[in-house]
T-cell receptor
């Protein structure tokens, strides 16, 4: 079965600084990988997804993630943080065969002015 | 195109009661998945329905059940509520089921509080 580990439950950056949210996965089959963002009192919104095409995936709001099979990682980055990026971010993995997604515990991103 | 809608948004129940939550997927989507989100356990998969059939089920007790109607709307039922059932219940829809389904679209959730 697949699983996801997000390193760091809380990350704090200054506005304009690099955002790096870490995600490592475990999967017995080639995975589908996702990053979602959740704002307070809202559902999850897809930022980007990896589905075995290009290893560098670009998403919405300037975010991107790189699939590194050798490191079993799918870290999320953004070159310059904005105040509006403050939210909780979830990494997820799916083997896709049953649409059973496994989510990480989440990383809460705080952006300081 | 309207997004995924969930009703009610907030619900307060007492232990032992039962509750039914509703989810209307995006028009044309045939797969509906349910998740429970709690601070302690995070997001956990409950079950997925596709074309009125349960396709997959997470590791939850039988008190948690669901169904899907011919119009793809789905309901989730929890019987004999326990305090630990207090959570945000999220519904997600996708076009299809399985590996080709790709993206799931999430609703805003129903926050259930059990007293």
């Amino acid at each position: 079965a697949q699983s996801v580990t997000q390193l760091g439950s809380h990350v704090s950056v200054s506005e304009g600084a690099l955002v790096l949210l870490r995600c490592n996965y475990s999967s017995s089959v080639p995975p589908y990988l996702f990053w979602y963002v959740q704002y307070p009192n809202q559902g999850l919104q897809l930022l980007l997804k990896y589905t075995s095409a290009a290893t560098l995936v670009k998403g919405i709001n300037g975010f991107e993630a790189e699939f590194k099979k050798s490191e079993t990682s799918f870290h999320l980055t953004k070159p310059s943080a904005h105040m509006s990026d403050a939210a909780e971010y979830f990494c997820a993995v799916s083997d896709g065969n049953n649409n059973d997604m496994r989510f990480g515990a989440g990383t809460r991103l705080t952006v300081k002015p | 195109k309207a997004g995924v809608t969930q009703t009610p948004r907030y619900l307060i129940k007492t232990r032992g009661q039962q509750v039914t939550l509703s989810c209307s997927p995006i028009s044309g989507h045939r797969s509906v998945s349910w998740y429970q989100q709690t601070p302690g356990q995070g997001l956990q998969f409950l079950f997925e329905y596709f074309s009125e059939t349960q396709r997959n089920k997470g590791n939850f007790p039988g008190r948690f059940s669901g169904r899907q109607f011919s119009n793809s709307r789905s309901e989730m039922n929890v019987s004999t509520l326990e305090l630990g059932d207090s959570a945000l219940y999220l519904c997600a829809s996708s076009l299809t089921s399985g590996r080709a389904s790709g993206e799931q679209f999430f609703g805003p959730g129903t926050r259930l509080t059990v007293l």
